[in-house]
C-alpha cells in the first residue's frame, strides 16, 4: 500500500501563517459579528494561524490583548461595535502597546474612520465582505 510519502506534494510551501521558526502567528479577533469572526478564523487557521481569543466589542477586545500580551502578533479589529468601537480600542491598545499590529475591518462607506485608524497607527484594513485572499495578503503585510 503506498502511503503519502510515495506522492511528493509538488505544490508544498509553507503556510503563510507561520514565522521563520516555523511559530504559528498568534491572532485576536475582535468583532460583534460571530459570523465575520467565524469566518477570519477559518481564513486564519486555513493558513496555519493561531486565533489566540476572540472578543465581541472593543471594551472586551482590549482587556483580552492585556491579558495576553506579550503573546498577540496581530489583532484584526472590526470598526462599529457595542461597548466601546473599535477606533476607541484601537488608540488604547497603541497607548499600551506602540508597536500593536491591528487591522481595521469595516463595512463599506466608513472611509472617515478608516482613514482615522490608520493616523492613529492601524497598520491596514479590510473592507466586507471578507475576500479570502485580501485578508491573507493584508495580514501578511501587517506581519512584515
Avoid at 467565524?38 to 481569543?53: C, H, N, P, R, Y
Amino acid at each position: 500500500m503506498k502511503t503519502k510519502m510515495d506522492f511528493p506534494n509538488i505544490n508544498e510551501r509553507q503556510p503563510e501563517g507561520k514565522n521563520e521558526e516555523g511559530k504559528s502567528y498568534r491572532v485576536l479577533v475582535v468583532d460583534d459579528s460571530m459570523f465575520v469572526t467565524k469566518q477570519i478564523g477559518q481564513i486564519l487557521t486555513s493558513e496555519g494561524f493561531d486565533v489566540v481569543a476572540t472578543a465581541g466589542d472593543g471594551q472586551e477586545g482590549l482587556e483580552k490583548y492585556k491579558e495576553l500580551y506579550p503573546n498577540v502578533d496581530l489583532v484584526t479589529m472590526d470598526i462599529t461595535m457595542p461597548k466601546m468601537d473599535g477606533v476607541t480600542a484601537l488608540e488604547k491598545i497603541i497607548e499600551f502597546d506602540k508597536d500593536a499590529r491591528v487591522i481595521m475591518i469595516s463595512a463599506l462607506g466608513k472611509q472617515d474612520l478608516v482613514k482615522k485608524s490608520l493616523m492613529i497607527g492601524a497598520k491596514n484594513y479590510i473592507v466586507k465582505p471578507l475576500d479570502r485572499k485580501k485578508v491573507l495578503e493584508r495580514v501578511m503585510m501587517a506581519l512584515k
